[in-house]
């Protein structure tokens, strides 16, 4: 390994070392999201997978089953499976977000229409199912049904839970793992079983994959008041759609009569005006909720990176765990 | 059996025939469509599953699994799970056709929002997802995701033939095959494997569902130019929506210069003025293809009758040969 691999992202050092593996997932995500009589089902599909997404999901499928010594070939599969399933979720979020953008191009729901990311995306579902299938293990099909029932659940739950005051972290985190972690933690957990790690390890790989899930969302959910546009997302996005983010959950915890009013009115009735949103911020700093949760995000991190130090000594694993400081590097 | 039941539909005669087993079924949909979290899940569940659809699809399957000697209990599982996946197609395509009457009650993306309906439509097939798992039969599962693709697939070519004056017969075919016959014969081909029946009853279960949902889609196609409001469906909506069904395309196919002209205006580019609907009825007539369309449907169903023939001789294989009848009778 050369100094600049060393010196160079844990996410770009683990596609480095999985880049056979991913270039079988690449061409297996491509032959697979063909259709021979509906072309523009690989056009959505196309314009999405190819958009350039970290593809953060199949390698940490890759890396755990590698790190677990399988040999191949089924954790091409699920690596492809998590991605579709992803993609999936993608195409009918931005339905339900009306989202315009995504991954900095326009969203398949504005160039297409809304029936065809719901149908594309009913697609890639039963798609990513055949795929599972074909590693014939019933375990692993158990995990990821699972995992798709909870990001269904969390999705709805999400919905009703936007504009409601009452909300709580409880809610939240439940939100969180079925937006994100049931999938991470989903993604890593197969990649243990196929490769017939003991039951410690697959545990151990199923809790580095939820906790790096939870840190990656509430990374993710704070910036949303005050991060970058670099991340492709505009800052205030959560406040005008009034989601109930863990900064905001706690900033109404401890709000007294009149920010609770000022809640009530931008998050409950969505009757949002000009400064609001710096208002907003200000309160969230008066609470010192940024802080807190910027702290939360950290020790979620910290336990992604302690859940494998029982894992074999391998430089996938000091990736992965790199990883987990990676994604909330952003706030550190 | 009394002579009340001798006269009855056949549809009725096995919902009474299989009345415990429906119970089991009736009772695990109720179960599982259940969340603990996203009370809305199963609100928009009950509004369509308890609105009195005639349950066809779980009844395939008890009586095909029913009928090879199956003693149970996982016909039940693959009875709810031909449901869950029905249910969520239902969901999905009130939507992307902008539906707003579905078994003559308002829709779900009507009642709620199109956002409800996307969603727990997800939940509902990763739910289907988790009770087939359940079986432990990887034949089954594999079966079923085959299904999943080729109805989600058949859903968007439709979209993409759509105001298409070029669709053929065979392009008409698959998107049948998506919309109806997958599921179907998918229902019946599972209920026979989950009763370890041999690989040529295996295939005439299949076939069988395959021919009776390919002659129900036509019959319910064909009705959208003559049949009566009594369906649900108000005659003309195919007409108007540009869809081109088997009754136009060999309409299509025989038309002079003028007549071409007038379907290019009315399906192709959807300028549809008063009269028009009649005047479409009136080609379908002149070049005799409501009556050939009719012919196809009851060749289909005496195909899905014949299917049967080499199966136990017993009373849910009569009502299984009944049914093929049934699905036709609204236009013998």
């Not at 546009?229 to 996005?237: L, P, Q, R």
């Not at 998050?267 to 609470?287: F, N, P, S, V, Y």
Request: hydrophobic fraction near 40%; aromatic fraction near 4%.
């Amino acid at each position: 390994m050369d100094l600049a691999t060393d010196t160079a992202k844990p996410h770009d050092r683990l596609s480095e070392a999985l880049s056979d593996d991913m270039r079988a997932v690449n061409a297996m995500i491509r032959e697979r999201m063909a259709s021979e009589h509906a072309p523009r089902i690989p056009e959505v599909t196309a314009h999405l997978v190819e958009a350039g997404g970290k593809r953060l999901r199949p390698m940490l499928t890759l890396a755990a089953a590698r790190l677990c010594g399988y040999d191949g070939p089924h954790h091409v599969h699920l690596a492809a499976t998590v991605e579709f399933i992803h993609t999936a979720t993608l195409l009918h979020d931005d339905v339900v977000d009306d989202s315009k953008q995504r991954r900095g191009r326009p969203t398949a729901n504005l160039l297409w229409d809304n029936t065809s990311s719901v149908l594309v995306g009913d697609y890639l579902f039963a798609r990513s199912f055949q795929l599972m299938v074909e590693t014939g293990s019933l375990r692993v099909l158990d995990i990821l049904a699972n995992a798709s029932a909870t990001i269904a659940e969390g999705e709805v739950l999400q919905l009703t839970a936007s504009r409601n005051l009452d909300t709580t972290e409880d809610t939240y985190l439940r939100v969180v793992r079925g937006k994100t972690a049931a999938l991470f933690s989903a993604a890593t957990e197969v990649g243990g079983i196929i490769a017939g790690a003991s039951e410690s390890r697959v545990a151990a790989l199923r809790a580095y994959g939820d906790a790096l899930g939870i840190a990656f969302q509430i990374v993710d959910d704070l910036l949303d008041y005050g991060g970058t546009a670099a991340i492709g997302k505009s800052v205030g996005d959560d406040f005008r759609e009034g989601k109930l983010t863990l900064p905001v959950i706690r900033a109404v915890a401890q709000a007294d009569e009149t920010e609770r009013a000022f809640w009530t009115r931008c998050i409950g009735r969505g009757r949002i005006d000009e400064g609001d949103l710096a208002q907003a911020q200000a309160l969230l700093t008066k609470h010192g909720t940024l802080e807190s949760t910027r702290q939360t995000a950290l020790d979620w991190a910290g336990r992604a990176r302690r859940s494998l130090r029982d894992l074999p000594d391998h430089e996938l694993r000091e990736m992965l765990e790199d990883l987990a400081d990676y994604v909330v590097e952003r706030i550190s």
